[in-house]
């Protein structure tokens, strides 16, 4: 019914700077929520940047001042500009988005969608 779908992952040397972007196409009532995770390797899935629809963005300390996300609403699209990118943003970056959709019966309901993840590498 909804599906994620990011681009823009790729290979960047340290201090590079790289731009993912995530669609949501389906049937989309509206959206209430865009943001990104990222996966390291061995470790849990963790919060980078989320921009609610009407609200303030925010970012993980991480990489404060260094990634900026941003929304097409018209398009349902989210973006996050990565800028001085270290080995330690190395990751499966996630885009996670709150969507009101409607079921084969015609019910509403808001549910959380995922991507299926793109691969960011920072490596000289």
């Known amino acids: 019914q909804v599906q994620l779908v990011e681009s823009g992952g790729d290979l960047v040397q340290p201090r590079g700077s790289l731009r993912l972007s995530c669609a949501a196409s389906g049937n989309i009532l509206s959206v209430s929520f865009m943001g990104w995770y990222r996966e390291l390797p061995g470790k849990q899935r963790e919060f980078v940047a989320g921009?609610?629809?009407?609200?303030?963005?925010a970012y993980a300390d991480s990489v404060k001042g260094r990634f900026t996300i941003s929304r097409d609403n018209t398009k349902n699209t989210v973006y996050l500009q990565m800028n001085s990118l270290k080995p330690e943003d190395t990751a499966l970056y996630y885009c996670n988005a709150a969507i009101r959709t409607r079921g084969p019966s015609g019910y509403q309901y808001t549910a959380n969608y995922w991507g299926q993840g793109t691969q960011v590498t920072v490596s000289s």
């Open positions: 921009l609610p629809t009407g609200g303030s963005t």
